[in-house]
């Protein structure tokens, strides 16, 4: 998934999700937190991969893995192209009106815009783009 894309949640907690996004996340899909302050989306099909390897650790490992699942929310998107994202997940990311959503390889990340724009101030410098391709050997 790719894209850069500038949105707001209203009072109710929904969220438009861009055309080109829900095209690769489908009408259905799943919404749980991140390794940082933003909230991750997967498609159903990534969400089953996922759920497939978890069910292939041993129970020790799978319990770290409660969190994702406990806070995961299945979303469907609606006839306006939005979905509902819940309060706590809202509350995790920080998310209150001004979002970012990006496309992120074989997901989607939600941002506060705020703190997305300080992320993406920081990583997009010409330093950090030659060394992620430099990891890539590209």
Known sequence: MTGEYEHSIDAKGRLFIPVRLRSELGEVFYVTVSMEKCLSAYSQESWDAFT?????????????MRPLFA???RCEVDGQGRILLPQNLR??????KDVAVIGCNN?????????????NTEEL?????????????F
């Not at 509350?91 to 209150?96: D, K």
């Not at 410098?125 to 050997?137: G, K, Q």
């Open 52 to 64: 497939r390897k978890c069910d292939a650790m041993p129970y020790v490992k799978q319990r770290k």
């Open 71 to 73: 806070l995961a929310a």
């Open 91 to 96: 509350s995790f990311a920080g998310l209150e």
């Open 107 to 119: 997901h989607a990340e939600i941002w506060d815009l705020r703190r997305w724009q300080e992320i």
């Open 125 to 137: 410098t010409p330093e950090n783009i030659a060394a992620v391709m430099e990891e890539l050997d």
